[in-house]
């Protein structure tokens, strides 16, 4: 899976460390920026930025005024980060295009996951099918086949295997898997990745192998090539 490049944008240098610190650790690439004219300014430079989180309350140009003017031009998910709770502020954050709005403080491991899950809603049509090692996957009419035979997978089973698919060669904590799969706020015991985990490699047959255990960690997704 391509690394994702995050714009991150606050006044405060130890908010941005904060923000910048847990998206690493989830393997995306972090630019950061000061204030609002510094925002617009990294937008404007590079064009691959996958999402930008935004603080409301900067100098020079505030986050209201960044977020309208890269609306004219762009649908990149926007994620508000403001100190404000007041509903009214939130709404504004919605008619002007956010696509998120936090209000600080918040905790860190729950603004990654809602970047995850917008990352993965907005990329989703561009990818609706995947084949990898002879597995087939048809996200629309919500099939798998492997050598050409179909499978029969649960929901959970087959949301599973998607997402090891689409992140491919790389190491997934169980924590991770749960954030994505059973969406971060599944307070459920872990072990439950390693149930659905055996009976999908057992559904697999011979392709099962492809899911490597990852002791003390969790799984990764590998096909020889």
Known sequence: MEKYKILVVD?????????????????FEVIEAEDGEDALNQFYAQK???LIILDVMMPKINGWDVCREIRETSKIPIIMLTAKGEESDELQGFDIGADEYISKP?????????????????????????????????????????????????????ELLVYFMENRGIALSREKILNHVWNYDYFGDARTIDTHVKKLRSKLGDKGEYIKTIWGMGYKFEVET
């Not at 130890?14 to 610190?21: A, I």
């Open 106 to 158: 918040f905790s860190p491991r729950i603004l990654v996951a809602r970047v995850e899950a917008i990352l993965r809603r907005t990329n989703r049509e561009e990818e609706e099918n995947l084949e990898l090692g002879g597995i087939s996957i048809d996200k629309l009419g919500h099939q798998v086949t492997a050598n050409g035979k179909a499978l029969d997978l649960s929901y959970k089973e087959f």
């Open 11 to 27: 006044d405060e240098s130890r908010m941005r460390k904060l923000v910048r610190d847990f998206l690493v650790k989830q393997n």
């Open 48 to 50: 691959d930025i996958a």
